[in-house]
C-alpha cells in the first residue's frame, strides 16, 4: 500500500518551522546606566535641557541664523543625508526577500554536429538536414522559503543599518550645532577680549604723557619712561594678535557654514549672554534613549544579532521551488505555433549543507563574538556618555565659582588702577605701582572674558552630550 504525502500538512510544517527563531537576540544591557550622574545636583527634578528644542536652548538671533544656515549647508551633514538616504534603499530591497524572482530568457542556437558522429547522422537521416536549431523564450521563477528566519534576520539587519545612518545624522548635527555656538562664543570672547586690549592702551598711553611730563620736570628718570613704554608694547601687541584670532575664527565659521571665508556680522557682546545659574542634566537613562552615538551602538547590537539569525539558518536546511514555461521550437517557423510549442517545468528541492570545510561554522561562531563584541561597544558608549555629562557638570560648577572670584578681582584691580592713577597725579604714588595695577587689571579682564565664554562652551556641550541639538 503506498502511503502519500499530505500536501497541506507539509504546507503547515513549512509554516511552523518558518515560525521558529534559530538563534536568540540578546537585547540591550540596561544596567549600563547609573541612577544619577557625578556632579548633579540633588533635585526632584527629572528633566534634562537635552530634551528642550534647538530652538528654544539657543535664544540669540545672529547664532541662530549661523546655526540654521549650517544645517542648510554644511557638507558633513549633507554627506550624512546622502548615507540616510543610501541605507534607505537598500532597506527597501530588502523588504522585498520573500517574494519570488522572475527573470525573462529568450535564447536562441543552431548546432552543426559532424558528419561522422552518431548525432550527425542521426540528424541527417531522421531531419534531413545538417543543423539543429532550437529556439527558447520562457519566464523563469525561483523562490526560497523562510523557514529558519534567514531572511527575516536580514530584513532587520538592513533596517538597524538604515536607523544607524539616520542616528548618524544626528549626531553630526549635534556635534556641528555645538561647535558652531562655541565658535559664535569665542569670537564674542575675543571681541571683548580686543576691547580691553584697546582701553588699557589708551590708558597706558594717559599715564606714559604723565611720565614724559614728570620726566620734563626732572621728577623721574629716563627708567620711568622705558617701563612705562615696554608696558604700552604689552597691550599693543595684544590687539593685532586678538585680530588675527578673530580672522581665523570667522573663517573657521563660515566654513562650517558651508560658505567662503568672510567676515561674521554680530551685534550682540560677551556681556550680554546670559549662562543659567542651574542645568538640569535629567537621569542617565533618558540620556541614554537621546544620544546619537549610543542608539548606534544600540542599533549595531541589532546588526550584530541579525548577522547571527543569519549564519546559523545558512547551517539549517533550504527549501527552495523553481518553475519556468514558455515556448520551444526547432524551427523559427514553428516558434510561436501554440500551443504546439508550449512547455513548462516545476521543481523543488531540499538542500542540506554537510561538509563546507566547516566555513558555515566559522562565520556561525565569528558571528556570535561579534555579537558580544557589540554588547562590550555598548557599554562603552553608555560609560564614555555618562563620563562625558559628569565632565560638563563638573565644569559647569567650577568655572562658575571661577568667574565669580575673576569678577571680584577685576571690580578690586578697577578700584586699584583709579586709586593708582590719582595717587601718581598727586605724586603720593610711583609709576612702578600704577603699571602694576594696570598690567594686573589687563590679565585680569582677559581671564574674566575666557571664563565667561568657557561656561558658555560648557553649556553648549553639556547640551550635546544630553543629547540635545538634533531635534
Same mark, same amino acid.
Given at each position: 500500500m503506498k502511503r502519500y504525502i499530505n500536501p497541506y500538512a507539509f504546507l503547515l510544517l513549512v509554516v511552523f518551522l518558518s515560525a521558529c527563531k534559530v538563534s536568540k537576540d540578546i537585547p540591550a544591557p540596561k544596567s549600563a546606566t547609573p541612577e544619577a550622574f557625578r +556632579?548633579?545636583?540633588l533635585t526632584a527634578d527629572t528633566s534634562s535641557i537635552g530634551a528642550v528644542p534647538l530652538k528654544q536652548f539657543i535664544a540669540e538671533a545672529e547664532l541662530r541664523k549661523l546655526i540654521d544656515t549650517a544645517l542648510l549647508r554644511n557638507y558633513d551633514l549633507q554627506i550624512a543625508v546622502k548615507n540616510i538616504e543610501a541605507s534607505e534603499l537598500l532597506f527597501k530591497q530588502s523588504k522585498l526577500g520573500n517574494i519570488p524572482s522572475l527573470n525573462l530568457q529568450i535564447t536562441g542556437s543552431s548546432n552543426r554536429p559532424s558528419d561522422n558522429s552518431l548525432n550527425g547522422l542521426s540528424t541527417s537521416q531522421f531531419l534531413g538536414t545538417s543543423h539543429i536549431e532550437d529556439y527558447n523564450a520562457n519566464l523563469g521563477l525561483s523562490w526560497e522559503a523562510d523557514i529558519w528566519g534567514k531572511i527575516r534576520s536580514q530584513k532587520q539587519g538592513a533596517f538597524a543599518t538604515y536607523l544607524q545612518s539616520r542616528e548618524a545624522k544626528k549626531a553630526v548635527q549635534t556635534r556641528l550645532v555645538a561647535n558652531v555656538a562655541q565658535g559664535y562664543y569665542n569670537l564674542l570672547m575675543m571681541d571683548a577680549q580686543l576691547q580691553v586690549a584697546k582701553k588699557n592702551l589708551a590708558l597706558n598711553d594717559s599715564t606714559l604723557r604723565i611720565i614724559h611730563m614728570q620726566f620734563d620736570a626732572g621728577q623721574v628718570t629716563s627708567l620711568a619712561i622705558q617701563q612705562a613704554e615696554a608696558q604700552q608694547t604689552v597691550a599693543a601687541q595684544l590687539v593685532p594678535q586678538l585680530e588675527q584670532s578673530v580672522g581665523v575664527q570667522e573663517n573657521a565659521l563660515r566654513i562650517l557654514t558651508g560658505q567662503l571665508p568672510s567676515a561674521v556680522e554680530r551685534q550682540a557682546s560677551l556681556d550680554q549672554m546670559v549662562v543659567p545659574e542651574s542645568l538640569s542634566? +535629567? &537621569? #542617565?537613562?533618558? @540620556?541614554?534613549?537621546?544620544r546619537p552615538d549610543v542608539k548606534t551602538s544600540e542599533l549595531?547590537? =541589532? &546588526?550584530?544579532?541579525?548577522?547571527? +539569525? %543569519?549564519?546559523? =539558518? $545558512? @547551517?539549517? #536546511?533550504?527549501? $527552495? &521551488?523553481?518553475? $519556468?514555461?514558455?515556448?520551444? $521550437?526547432f524551427k523559427a517557423s514553428n516558434w510561436f505555433n501554440v500551443p504546439a510549442s508550449l512547455f513548462g517545468l516545476v521543481t523543488g528541492g531540499i538542500t542540506q549543507p554537510i561538509f563546507q570545510r566547516k566555513e558555515l561554522k566559522t562565520q556561525f561562531e565569528v558571528a556570535k563574538v561579534e555579537?558580544?563584541?557589540?554588547?562590550?561597544?555598548?557599554?562603552q558608549s *553608555?560609560?564614555?556618555? %555618562? +563620563?562625558? *555629562?559628569?565632565d560638563e557638570l563638573i565644569k559647569q560648577e567650577k568655572l562658575k565659582q571661577q568667574y565669580t572670584i575673576a569678577s571680584s578681582r577685576v571690580q578690586t584691580l578697577q578700584k586699584a588702577v583709579k586709586n593708582a592713577n590719582l595717587l601718581f597725579r598727586n605724586g603720593m604714588a610711583n609709576y612702578l605701582e600704577v603699571i602694576t595695577a594696570q598690567g594686573n587689571l589687563l590679565q585680569s579682564e582677559l581671564d574674566m572674558a575666557t571664563l565667561k565664554a568657557a561656561r558658555l562652551n560648557s @553649556? %553648549?556641550?553639556?547640551?550635546?552630550s544630553l543629547g540635545g541639538g538634533w531635534n
Open positions: +556632579g548633579a545636583a542634566a +535629567g &537621569i #542617565p537613562s533618558d @540620556m541614554v534613549s537621546r549595531a547590537l =541589532a &546588526i550584530a544579532n541579525a548577522k547571527v +539569525g %543569519v549564519t546559523k =539558518a $545558512s @547551517m539549517y #536546511p533550504s527549501l $527552495s &521551488i523553481t518553475a $519556468s514555461g514558455g515556448l520551444n $521550437s555579537r558580544e563584541k557589540a554588547v562590550l561597544q555598548f557599554r *553608555v560609560l564614555n556618555a %555618562v +563620563g562625558e *555629562v559628569s @553649556m %553648549v556641550e553639556l547640551y550635546r
